[in-house]
């Protein structure tokens, strides 16, 4: 007997398939970080030169991307960061919760983010130094992190049932980023047990190396996480004194921020 599986929200709805080559387009010139001739980009993206280049050149006409006259390249535009920026100040969460990741920071001197769960991934909507330094990582306002390698990402776990697990495990799986990196399904769910015992979820450098995460959730009205509030440092720094510092901290922070969104403990 075959069982007919529930169709996602997007299925049997007309798309438009320009829209669809135009956007995979600029994220495709994303991937590749720098200015570069048709050709490559078109065996990048795999994609017939003449095709790509009627899209280029609209591109061009609306400013988001650019060619250098001297070497015929193209590249993207700061036209897309201004997009993101706006994007960001309006993003759900953002401007109630960025206060509390700003005294993360204040009070630790650390960097300290606000991260929010997107098709399986974390997403970095506000990310906030602390004054006078600066981490070199990865944490920046729309870069994206993998779940089972970050304390937000385990946060957001809390909320996956085991079928919902085994499908992250298909769909997604568990890349080694580090040494310390989970890659099964049976030792997310052994971290996911602690996590939730503890209150607050630890990244030992297994997303990066050398840099240490303390994170802790926010919740909405019915008790899901909808947000993690973290703070990354090296681990020269974030030894175990502090990691408990940052954790109770973060903890009062995590009930604050949950208030506001209508937790009730």
Same mark, same amino acid.
């Given at each position: 007997?075959?069982?007919?599986?529930?169709?996602?929200?997007?299925?049997?709805?007309?798309?438009?398939?320009?829209?669809?080559?135009?956007?995979?387009?600029?994220?495709?010139?994303?991937?590749?970080?720098?200015?570069?001739?048709?050709?490559?980009?078109?065996?990048?993206? !795999?994609?017939?030169?003449?095709?790509?280049?009627?899209?280029?050149?609209?591109?061009?006409?609306?400013?988001?991307?650019?060619? &250098?006259?001297?070497?015929? @390249?193209?590249?993207?535009?700061?036209?897309?960061?201004?997009?993101?920026?706006? #994007?960001?100040?309006?993003?759900?969460?953002?401007?109630?919760?960025?206060?509390?990741?700003?005294? #993360?920071?204040?009070?630790?001197?650390?960097?300290?983010?606000?991260?929010?769960?997107?098709?399986?991934?974390?997403?970095?909507?506000?990310?906030?130094? *602390?004054?006078?330094?600066?981490?070199?990582?990865?944490?920046?306002?729309?870069?994206?992190?993998?779940?089972?390698?970050?304390?937000?990402?385990?946060?957001?776990?809390?909320?996956?049932? &085991?079928?919902?697990?085994?499908?992250?495990?298909?769909?997604?799986?568990?890349?080694?980023?580090?040494?310390?990196?989970?890659?099964?399904?049976? &030792?997310?769910?052994?971290?996911?047990?602690?996590?939730?015992?503890?209150?607050?979820?630890?990244?030992?450098?297994?997303?990066?190396?050398?840099? !240490?995460?303390? #994170?802790?959730?926010?919740?909405?009205?019915?008790?899901?996480?909808?947000? *993690?509030?973290?703070?990354? #440092?090296?681990?020269?720094?974030?030894?175990?004194?502090?990691?408990?510092?940052? @954790?109770?901290?973060?903890?009062?922070?995590?009930?604050?921020?949950?208030?506001?969104? *209508?937790?009730?403990?």
């Amino acid at each position: 007997m075959q069982v007919k599986t529930a169709k996602q929200p997007s299925e049997g709805i007309k798309k438009n398939q320009s829209l669809r080559k135009a956007l995979q387009i600029l994220e495709g010139m994303t991937r590749i970080n720098a200015p570069a001739r048709l050709q490559d980009i078109a065996q990048s993206l !795999r994609m017939p030169q003449s095709t790509l280049l009627r899209f280029l050149n609209t591109f061009i006409d609306f400013g988001y991307v650019g060619q &250098d006259p001297d070497t015929s @390249c193209y590249y993207l535009t700061l036209k897309l960061v201004e997009l993101g920026s706006r #994007a960001s100040r309006s993003y759900p969460f953002q401007n109630s919760l960025s206060k509390y990741v700003k005294q #993360a920071a204040t009070a630790f001197n650390e960097s300290a983010s606000l991260c929010v769960e997107q098709n399986m991934q974390m997403v970095y909507i506000a990310t906030e130094e *602390g004054p006078g330094r600066m981490l070199q990582t990865l944490h920046r306002i729309g870069h994206i992190a993998p779940m089972h390698a970050t304390g937000v990402g385990k946060l957001h776990l809390l909320n996956y049932s &085991d079928t919902q697990l085994e499908e992250l495990e298909k769909k997604v799986g568990f890349p080694k980023y580090t040494n310390n990196t989970i890659t099964s399904l049976k &030792d997310l769910k052994k971290e996911l047990e602690q996590v939730r015992k503890a209150g607050c979820a630890m990244d030992n450098e297994e997303c990066e190396v050398g840099v !240490r995460c303390i #994170a802790v959730p926010v919740k909405n009205y019915q008790g899901q996480v909808v947000a *993690g509030i973290s703070v990354s #440092a090296p681990v020269t720094r974030m030894d175990k004194q502090k990691t408990e510092e940052v @954790c109770r901290f973060l903890k009062e922070i995590s009930v604050k921020a949950s208030k506001e969104l *209508g937790w009730e403990t």
